[in-house]
């Protein structure tokens, strides 16, 4: 078993949708959660970045960590077709890149 | 703005040649890394390096070596290519442990 899964899509929506993109982890040692956007051809760029449970707000964008559940989320409002990307979780024990852990990456696709 | 450089966007090379993938950043920062990307795999740290000729193994270092002799410069050498280091490579660095990474837009590798 991977220690983050994440759905491999791709995950396909109309324009204006709300998008909900998931990941499980396996190691309740995790505190740190980030999700990371990538466009095609192009290296990934963080988006954002928790710690331990709870939410953050950013514009449109949303992330959630259910660490009783062992549950990440990341919701988009009014999603754009710009939004169309891959979408990266990764996860880590400490404030460190050293031991971060990836998800495999969601494509989702914005139909305008 | 950060600015990750990877010399090469694309590589073709034959099994058993010795490759060398370039990366450059220009915002001097003290950690440096190395990772591969696969579909269904989401990235992997092959290498990274928190100090000018400081390096440390990530979870898939075999078959990889690395180079770090100036700051702003760092190496993924494949001593002898073979058809499973066929691959995306990302380069990424970051300010502190705990910074957010940047990254390059990959070099994808086919070793024939």
């Known amino acids: 078993q991977k220690e983050v899964e994440q759905d491999p899509g791709p995950l396909s929506v109309p324009e204006g949708a709300i998008v909900s993109l998931n990941c499980t982890y396996s190691?309740?040692?995790?505190?740190?959660f980030m999700w990371y956007r990538q466009y095609s051809r192009k290296g990934p760029e963080l988006l954002m970045y928790?710690?331990s449970s709870g939410n953050k707000e950013d514009g449109r964008f949303t992330a959630q960590v259910d660490k009783s559940s062992k549950y990440i989320s990341l919701f988009i409002r009014d999603s754009q077709p710009s939004d169309s990307a891959t979408y990266l979780c990764?996860?880590?024990?400490?404030?460190?890149?050293?031991?971060?852990?990836w998800g495999a990456g969601t494509k989702l696709i914005i139909k305008p | 703005d950060v600015k990750v450089t990877q010399s090469s966007r694309y590589l073709v090379k034959r099994t058993g040649e010795k490759v060398f993938l370039e990366c450059v950043q220009d915002?001097?920062?003290?950690?440096m890394f190395w990772y591969r990307q696969d579909p269904g795999l989401g990235l992997r740290l092959i290498y990274f390096?928190?100090?000018?000729?400081?390096?440390e193994k990530g979870d898939i270092p075999e078959g990889y070596s690395v180079s770090r002799e100036k700051k702003e410069r760092f190496s993924l050498i494949l001593e002898s290519a073979s058809t499973n280091q066929t691959s995306m490579y990302l380069c990424?660095?970051?300010?502190?442990?705990?910074?957010?990474?940047?990254f390059g837009n990959g070099t994808r590798l086919t070793v024939t």
């Open positions: 990764a996860s880590s024990p400490m404030d460190s890149n050293y031991q971060l852990i």
């Open positions: 990424a660095s970051s300010r502190k442990s705990n910074s957010p990474l940047h």
């Open positions: 190691n309740s040692a995790f505190q740190y």
């Open positions: 390096s928190y100090d000018v000729k400081m390096k």
């Open positions: 928790t710690y």
């Open positions: 915002m001097d920062h003290e950690n």
